[in-house]
């Protein structure tokens, strides 16, 4: 997996309505971009997915079957291929079964995706804990791929960061352009952007 910042500095700074040029602008450049990129990779933690681009190879799931006897899996990332490749089985020891990828039905949600086996009903295992294997290609590409939502939600996050460097605790910052109380912790509102991109799912 490549993963690719989901935000700029230039972004970031413009969404702060700051240049960036108040001491050194190579330095505070320089710093934002560190800031992006971890924040980048915080984000990726937070939401228990995998946002960037990446090709997966007969990757182990944790798979279900529901009350309607389908085999369903979720994988973590946002967006993803059909499978090229696929299998089962019920729990952990008993021998791979071949799937046929065409039967597999892909949903797409900002939360991940839910990949469903269908045209082959499993009712006599409802309930059961199974695995499915898979290889496919999942996440976004690059920038251009990343959600309005999602990206605003990396300047206030990459903002708050920043700005963070004049309040190491909840306390106050005396920027440039006033008096601030910077959080301490991730900031509820901003979690709440990310809110919908959070995978929930335990299995």
């Known amino acids: 997996m490549t993963s690719f910042d989901y935000t700029t500095p230039t972004n970031v700074f413009n ?3 700051s240049a960036g040029t108040a001491t050194d602008p190579v330095n505070e450049a320089t710093e934002m971009a560190r800031i992006v990129t971890g924040m980048s990779r915080a984000i990726d933690t937070y939401c228990n997915q995998a946002f960037s681009l990446a090709t997966y190879s007969l990757a182990v799931l944790p ?5 309607d006897g389908i085999l ?3 994988p973590a990332v946002p967006t993803m291929s059909a499978p090229t490749a ?13 799937l046929t990828p065409s039967n597999l039905d892909i ?3 900002s939360f991940g995706c839910v990949l469903r086996n269908l045209n082959v009903s499993y009712l006599g295992y ?3 804990r199974a695995q499915m294997r898979l290889s496919y290609t999942g996440g976004w590409a690059n920038l251009a791929a990343v959600p309005d939502d999602f990206e605003l939600a990396m ?5 708050w960061a920043y700005q963070k460097r004049s309040a190491p605790s909840d306390q106050t910052a005396i920027p440039d352009l006033g008096v601030l109380i910077i959080p301490g912790n991730w900031p509820p509102h901003i979690k709440g952007l ?3 991109y959070v995978r929930q799912v335990v299995m």
């Not at 798979?63 to 009350?67: F, N």
């Not at 300047?155 to 903002?159: E, F, P």
């Open 194 to 196: 990310f809110r919908s």
């Open 155 to 159: 300047d206030a996050l990459c903002w």
């Open 63 to 67: 798979s279900l079957i529901d009350a």
């Open 86 to 98: 696929a299998d089962w089985r019920l729990g952990r020891q008993s021998n791979w079964a071949a």
């Open 126 to 128: 409802r309930g059961a």
């Open 15 to 17: 969404w702060g309505s």
């Open 107 to 109: 949903e797409e949600h």
């Open 72 to 74: 369903t899996c979720y």
